[in-house]
């Protein structure tokens, strides 16, 4: 059974700081891996989607990579600014590929 | 496009009531999903429908029933709703299973 841990659970930091989020999973056997922006009482937001085949992926100052033989997944935020205070989910697509598992999260909080 | 949108966006039941949940997407996805996000647990999917007419039994379906008449509808009822079943629910969709998720806004359900 496919298990997603993220950590750190929380993080908080001063603007303009470079960010590494982490997310491991437990079966390597993936399709892709989504990662979401959850703000306070919203909906989930797509930022990336890497596919098994690919090592990164990158939007904005977003980076995504992908090495799905440890996996290990991470989300990188260059020059990170108080608009990027949410909570961040990754989602390997696994397990007859109609099912995306979420870990619970890192909660960010950038301060001015 | 609205995207995905969900109806209602917040609603308290009584114990033993019953209820429907509405997702409806126009952007013509084949794939629609029904999860459920409780505090520490992450998103964990209920149930999701491959296409028009056809559902399947996610990771947490018990208490709970859908039906996929259109294509751009996919309803979640709950028939004698419980205590256990409060919780934000969360529809998404997509054109085919490997690609990116849309979720919509949520519902908040509270049961009492």
């Known amino acids: 059974k496919q298990e997603v841990t993220q950590i750190p659970a929380a993080l908080s930091v001063p603007e303009g700081e470079n960010l590494v989020l982490n997310c491991s999973f437990t079966d390597s056997a993936i399709y892709n891996l989504q990662w979401f922006r959850q703000d306070p009482g919203k909906g989930l937001t797509s930022l990336l989607l890497?596919?098994?085949?690919?090592r990164e992926q990158t939007s904005g100052r977003l980076n995504a990579s992908l090495d799905k033989s440890s996996g290990r997944s991470t989300l990188y935020i260059a020059a990170s600014q108080p608009g990027d205070s949410a909570t961040y989910l990754c989602?390997?697509?696994?397990?007859?590929?109609?099912?995306?598992?979420f870990g619970a999260g890192t909660r960010l909080a950038v301060h001015p | 496009n609205a995207g995905v949108t969900q109806t209602p966006k917040f609603r308290v039941l009584k114990t033993g009531q019953s209820m429907t949940l509405l997702c409806a997407q126009d952007?013509?996805?084949?794939?629609m999903y029904w999860y459920r996000q409780d505090p520490g647990m992450g998103l964990r999917l209920i149930h999701y429908s491959v296409g028009e007419g056809t559902t399947a039994k996610g990771e947490v379906p018990d208490g709970y029933n859908v039906s996929r008449l259109k294509k751009q509808n996919f309803l979640l009822g709950l028939e004698s709703a419980a205590p256990s079943q409060t919780s934000v629910y969360f529809c998404a969709s997509n054109p085919r299973a490997t690609y990116e998720q849309y979720f919509g806004p949520g519902t908040r359900l509270t049961v009492t």
């Open positions: 989602a390997p697509l696994s397990g007859g590929y109609n099912k995306l598992i």
């Open positions: 890497i596919q098994s085949s690919q």
């Open positions: 952007m013509n996805h084949e794939y």
